[in-house]
């Protein structure tokens, strides 16, 4: 499963973990997560995150 990564703080989304704080089970790739979710850690929006190559 793909890992995205936040590049404002560096906080990691693992779609294997989801964000359980936030509402975001496990398994919920990240393209399926609503629109108005924000990073746990700074609070920027989805459009601020990349795909975090292995």
Do not use: H
Not at 40 to 48: H, M, S
Request: charged content about 35%.
């Amino acid at each position: 499963m793909k890992k995205y990564i936040c590049d404002v703080c560096g906080w990691i989304y693992d779609q294997e973990t989801g964000d359980p704080d936030s509402g975001i089970v496990a398994g919920t790739a990240f393209e399926d997560i609503p629109d108005d979710w924000e990073c746990p850690e700074c609070g920027v929006g989805k459009d601020d995150f990349s795909v975090l190559d292995d």
